[in-house]
């Protein structure tokens, strides 16, 4: 229509805009934004979890630093791990290392995809708000929490199920399916350049069918091109190798060694050094020499009054029993090797593993068929 303005065409005069009304209207805009709540796109990792599809069902055990609960997801069985920042009363320094913790599990976790491997199915990082009451209602989870989701698996921890059939013991066969389960993740890892650095029955679990999947990668990490750029002591007492305890540096050999140890518990379905304290222990693996004992490696009081003590360290490894086949009690030395370099690697030992001869039977002697004198006598090292 001839005479009508085109809004498009028109010109404002800078000294002619309203530039209150103009900000009130966006202060308007912006209080409405806040009140609903909704929070600004930032990109989404392909792991995160939609928190609004977990269905927690009940506890399944308390952790160093958080819940683990039975819950489905997406209609799957999970576990999910809730981390609670030391029950609310961590120093903000510790929130930050326990956040940049988990982030580090995720990181290394999401990546991973073998059969011996828990399997993870996402993470939230604490940027959305979670409304979830637990079903026993006493508890809930702490707005805005981190939290894992990886696979459920029934069969609890393989500590649980050694200690199960601690008298019993386990046939051949089964410690080599175990052990091979075992190795073959941590094969997988060490290809993948991971380093566990806490291998240990407590942090393998069994599915359904007696598989045995690594877990817990809360101090695993990418090894580091330059051996000397990974050093702390890290894991946990018993399974951790010599260079590991001596504070030197170290690389995914100290998982071969955390291997050996386990071997042998699987094996002997018993725990290496039940009766040796702490302190006992950590000097004691270490190769003989006279060295000054001055890592604190757990805030105990008892290791504080041992710093600086001199002690002499013995090479010390749990003792093989003779009915142990040589095939299975040399594969437990090389791997418990005081030098990094002569253990093996993980996939050299999944074959050395495939080779031992289990159509005879064999497997550790039950407790009351054992002749008592010889069956754990010490071979040394
Ligand atoms: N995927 C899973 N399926 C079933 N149970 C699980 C699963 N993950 C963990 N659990 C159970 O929860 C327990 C604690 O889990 P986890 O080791 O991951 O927690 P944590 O806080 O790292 O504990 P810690 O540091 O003391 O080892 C395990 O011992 C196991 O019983």
Redesign the pocket.
Known sequence: MKGAINTKDMMYRADKIDLKSLDMLLEKHLNLVWSKNIEIQRPVEAWEVDLSKIDLRYV??H????T?YRATYDNKDV?V?VLDWGGGNAAPAETTAMQAAFKQEVAVWHKLDHPNV?KFVGASMGTSNLMITPADGHDSFPSRACCVV????PG??LKQYLIRNRRKKLALKVVIQLALDLSRGLSYLHTRKIVHRDVKT??L?LDAHRNVKI??F?VARVEAWNPSDMTGETGTLGYMAPEVLNGKPYNRKCDVYSFGICLWEIYCCDMPFPDLSFVQVSSAVVQESLCMCSLLYVPSPLWELKLDMVVYRQNLRPAIPRCCPSSLANIMRKCWDAKPKNRPEMEDVVRMLEAVNTSKGGGMIPEDKAPSCFCLAPRGP
């Open positions: 399944i055990a952790g160093t630093y958080g683990v576990a791990k828990t990886v696979e459920y698996l609890g921890t407590e942090n679990l877990a817990d809360g």
